[in-house]
């Protein structure tokens, strides 16, 4: 776990970290943590506030039964033993702060890190002021780089810290606009990119041909660029052998696998299936094909793979259109909190784990002042991007 800071300020009141929440008390359902929008300790001037992104917090998204649920879910892997969770219910937003002064965190990708955002956001309720930046303009600061930037918005933290979203849909629309990483986004080399593209793509040749250009890119400029990880594409829960999306299919969402046994996810977080009267089921087991694809393309370029897809798998039943629009199937987004919440404690420990490397690349790079005058344009030439 990382150093934490005994006190911290927060927007007008001091943060005293040594209060924290127990696992003794959210197993018994005394406290409700962190993760899933319990209430901040030991005041929260921002929970004063009932509209905007304060009452999303606050009441969040998914019905209340399907919120205890969630968390029972939580609290039963917690005591099978399965690695993470009971850290991943005690964490606050001070195991955070370490990853996150003095830098940029851009979530890059398409609705499902939107929506992760918004997770993020209210997991840092008390360290900001509730004012979503927008992206696209509030802080682009060109107009060369404002055509190119489809929308986002940024969380402004203490001191200097940020936690933008960057909306993206598919790989080359962003490698478009990495040219202009520090002369219009306002990045700095201190940054980390956590990016995610793949649910635009539902074939292999497309999503092969749109990493590649993204890959090609990097490759050129990975010295000049900010620490980037990739987080593993999430599985889909339609009515299709493997769950993904298939455009003539509209039941609703269901357990992937189901009815034919299915798959259940065992105490060490590994999926486990009858593969011998479920073959196709082999694809769920290795990340489904989108991460059977991205894995070794970020292996060769360098870049390390946070892990979700296995801890996302049994979250089926939480998804938008158990409670939104009935006509509209969405077996993709889930509503909040969910297993965008899983990822948060993954994307923590992975982060954690690689604050070496991040700081030997930052150590590498130009300096700031170089960065914000060279020319990164190579290797960008020919790419299409769909029109907004």
Sequence with gaps: ??????????????????VSISYAD???????????????????????VDDGLAGFCKRLTCPYPEQRNFLEHLILRAE???????????????????????????????????????????????????????????????????DKVRLGWCANLLHGARICHHRVNDAPEYTAVLPYFYQGLTGKRTDIVMMNTGMWSN???????????????????????PYFVWRDSSPQFF???????????????????????????????????????SPHLQTVHEGGWRNQISRPVMQALGI????TWNTSVPIWQYH????????????????????????????????????????????????????DVLDMKAGTEGIVVDPF
């Design 1 to 18: 776990m990382p150093t934490r800071i005994s006190k911290a300020e927060a927007y007008g009141q001091l943060y005293d970290t040594g």
């Design 26 to 48: 959210i197993r018994t359902f005394k406290k409700k943590p962190y993760l899933v929008g319990g209430n901040q300790e030991p005041t929260c001037n921002n929970c004063l």
């Design 80 to 146: 099978l033993g399965a690695p993470g969770y009971e850290a991943m219910l005690t964490m606050n937003p001070c195991d955070w702060w370490p990853l996150l002064q003095n830098r940029t965190l851009w979530l890059v990708g398409d609705s499902l890190s939107q929506e992760f955002m918004k997770t993020f956001q209210c997991f840092m309720y008390e360290f900001w002021d509730l004012d979503m930046v927008d992206l696209k303009h509030r802080v682009v600061q060109t107009d060369l780089v404002r």
């Design 203 to 225: 074939d292999v040749d497309t999503y092969t041909s749109r990493l590649g250009v993204f890959a090609q890119y990097y490759k050129l400029h990975k010295q000049e660029l």
């Design 239 to 277: 009515h299709t052998p493997t769950g993904d999306f298939d455009r003539s299919e509209h039941a609703v969402c269901q357990p992937i696998g189901f009815p034919n046994g299915g798959l259940t996810l065992d105490k060490n977080n590994v999926l486990v299936s009858d593969l011998e009267t």
């Design 304 to 307: 390390p793979v946070i892990q």
């Design 320 to 371: 938008k259109n158990a409670h939104d629009d009935p006509n509209h199937h969405d077996c993709t987004h889930w509503c909040h909190p969910s297993a965008y919440a899983l990822w948060l404690y993954d994307s923590l420990v992975k982060l954690q784990e690689l604050e070496g490397d991040i700081a030997k690349h930052i150590s590498q790079m130009p300096s700031q002042q170089q960065l």
